[in-house]
């Protein structure tokens, strides 16, 4: 995405990705194929016993999610990070999906996912580290606190806490957190 699109609306970016993405016809079907062929790369007693299918539906932060026959991507991440999303998002999803399937009710990342997730020899890692500015669905505000490390910000949950009674304390310096004026 450009400059220019860090401004439009969360709704309005969503949008936008989606148009994108119905233009690439070719990331499409190479993420059709990466999805296709991961099963091949797992003993049969781990492969998914149903067909999964890839939507283009997720909003927020999150790469993907996995159910037990589908994985929801999200399609603001997908345009910026389309490399990633193959080599690693997919596969992450993938293995939950097969874990789902397999052993519903299993950790999301337990040891059967951690164990599909070196058969297909991807970094079993929880998250991902993508930019995530421009797939935020709200934009929290910040209040300005100090404590005797300097200043800092808080959400609008914490700053209406301490606006009713509760008091923080900094991990680092253990003093009281208290508003900026």
Do not use: K
């Amino acid at each position: 995405m450009t400059e220019s699109d860090s401004a439009l609306a969360p709704a309005a970016r969503y949008r936008q990705a989606q148009q994108w993405l119905v233009a690439q016809p070719a990331l499409r079907a190479a993420l059709t194929a990466r999805l296709a062929a991961l099963p091949a790369r797992l003993p049969a007693a781990l492969r998914p016993t149903r067909p999964i299918r890839l939507e283009y539906t997720l909003r927020g932060c999150a790469a993907g999610r996995a159910g037990p026959e589908a994985i929801r991507l999200n399609p603001v991440l997908l345009q910026e990070n389309q490399a990633a999303f193959l080599d690693e998002v997919l596969p992450h999803e993938f293995a939950h999906c097969a874990v789902l399937q397999r052993v519903p009710g299993a950790p999301a990342h337990g040891a059967q996912w951690q164990r599909i997730m070196a058969l297909l020899d991807v970094p079993a890692r929880r998250c991902h580290g993508f930019d995530t500015r421009n797939a935020r669905t709200r934009r929290l505000v910040r209040h300005p606190y100090r404590c005797g490390c300097g200043p800092l910000e808080l959400t609008s949950i914490r700053h209406r806490r301490i606006q009713q009674g509760a008091r923080y304390h900094c991990r680092r310096c253990g003093q009281a957190l208290c508003p900026q004026p």
